[in-house]
């Protein structure tokens, strides 16, 4: 497996590592449940340089992503970033990525486990005219999370991180750390406020030291998944893949129909007739987890692609892709959907989405869900 450039630094905390994407990643330093609540009462940082990014630049270089990404990245403003998916030849999911613009270069970047082919499917469709760089690896990315993300941030800075929005990305100047590559995302996976900052590997141990020095909380991927499940944000491979399209997910308003993008004539017949969709529910009795069987009325209509018990709202949550028809046969879910757990059929009641709100971050991200 793969490891970060800050690995011996985890070693040091006393992480426990797992695998993910073919990376060996700290699953938790702590506990899940300690680690979680740092975020959404303080902060956390994720040292996520697993993820991948690309730098995009050149005369066609918009043009080159309105074609892969299935946004319109040529009407991107500089200076902010947009979610988008890059989709296969039959309409679904590759890979959600963010593009970020940066005036004379876009950055793009991806999920682990999708570089090698996202990559191949950038190089097959880039012309000539257009500079591909591939800086997965060579950077580190950290993710600063959490209500005190921003002054944390801010404190070691001498750029005005607080006056950026959200969704918006800028150049970064740290104090007393030298770092060739250095840039700042008001962007995250947790749905509190926060960063993600992209720095050259010199810098990041630098940087990493003295946030674990100012209590910033170190936190793995068991924590990232269950703060990103109550705010509704799908995980690939669970909620998106190359088995579910764009418009069944819930990310219709990120389609730029009046773009040729790739797999756009096999997503055309779902544009007003989707076949399935992302519910959020909670458990009434048991804990539901990924790939567990959803029935309405007895009879099989989905299954589970996220679940787990929720720190903040300490009771059990979910999300299942679920046939439309089985949707719309309900008003509010109570009472008529079920989940089999071991065997075991169990109510669930279906709710709104985001199960978290915080500052309308969630709620705007989860709105496409």
């Not at 630094?9 to 699953?27: N, Q, S, V, Y």
């Not at 730098?55 to 043009?63: T, Y």
């Not at 709202?313 to 008003?331: H, M, R, V």
Request: overall charge neutral; aromatic content about 10%.
């Amino acid at each position: 497996m793969k490891r970060t450039f800050l690995y011996g630094r985890h070693l040091e905390l006393g992480a426990k590592f797992t695998e993910f994407g073919g990376w060996e990643m700290p699953l938790q330093y702590s506990s899940i449940i300690d680690e979680h609540n740092a975020v959404r009462s303080a902060a956390g940082v994720f040292d996520v340089s697993h993820m991948g990014t690309f730098i995009v630049s050149g005369k066609n270089a918009a043009a080159f992503l309105d074609k892969v990404c299935l946004g319109n990245i040529s009407s991107l403003p500089e200076k902010k970033a947009r979610y988008s998916m890059i989709l296969n030849e039959n309409g679904a999911i590759k890979d959600d990525v963010i593009v970020y613009n940066f005036g004379g270069e876009y950055m793009v970047v991806a999920n682990a486990g999708n570089i090698e082919k996202d990559r191949k499917r950038l190089d097959e469709y880039k012309p000539d005219d257009v500079i591909l760089e591939d800086f997965s690896g060579k950077i580190c990315m950290l993710a600063l999370q959490g209500a005190k993300a921003a002054e944390i941030l801010q404190s070691l800075s001498e750029t005005d991180v607080l006056s950026m929005k959200y969704f918006t990305v800028s150049e970064l100047k740290l104090k007393d750390i030298d770092a060739d590559f250095l840039r700042a995302a008001r962007t995250g996976y947790t749905g509190e406020d926060g960063f993600e900052i992209f720095i050259s590997n010199r810098g990041a141990q630098t940087l990493w030291d003295k946030l674990i020095s100012l209590s910033v909380k170190p936190c793995g991927l068991g924590c990232r998944d269950t703060l990103r499940l109550e705010a509704c944000m799908p995980l690939h491979g669970h909620e998106i893949s190359e088995d579910i399209n764009p418009i069944d997910a819930g990310f219709q308003k990120t389609i730029n129909w009046d773009g040729d993008f790739i797999g756009k004539e096999a997503l055309l017949p779902f544009k007003d007739n989707p076949k399935r969709k992302i519910i959020a529910f909670e458990c009434l009795r048991g804990v539901a987890r990924n790939g567990n069987k959803i029935f309405a009325c007895g009879k099989e209509v989905g299954y589970v692609t996220s679940g787990a018990f929720s720190p903040t709202l300490k009771k059990p949550l979910g999300l299942a892709l679920i046939d439309i028809k089985a949707a719309d046969e309900t008003k509010d879910g109570a009472g008529f959907f079920e989940v089999e757990i071991r065997g075991d059929k169990r109510e669930i009641k279906v709710v709104n989405k985001p199960f978290y709100k915080k500052k309308q971050i969630a709620v705007r991200f989860a709105a496409k869900l």
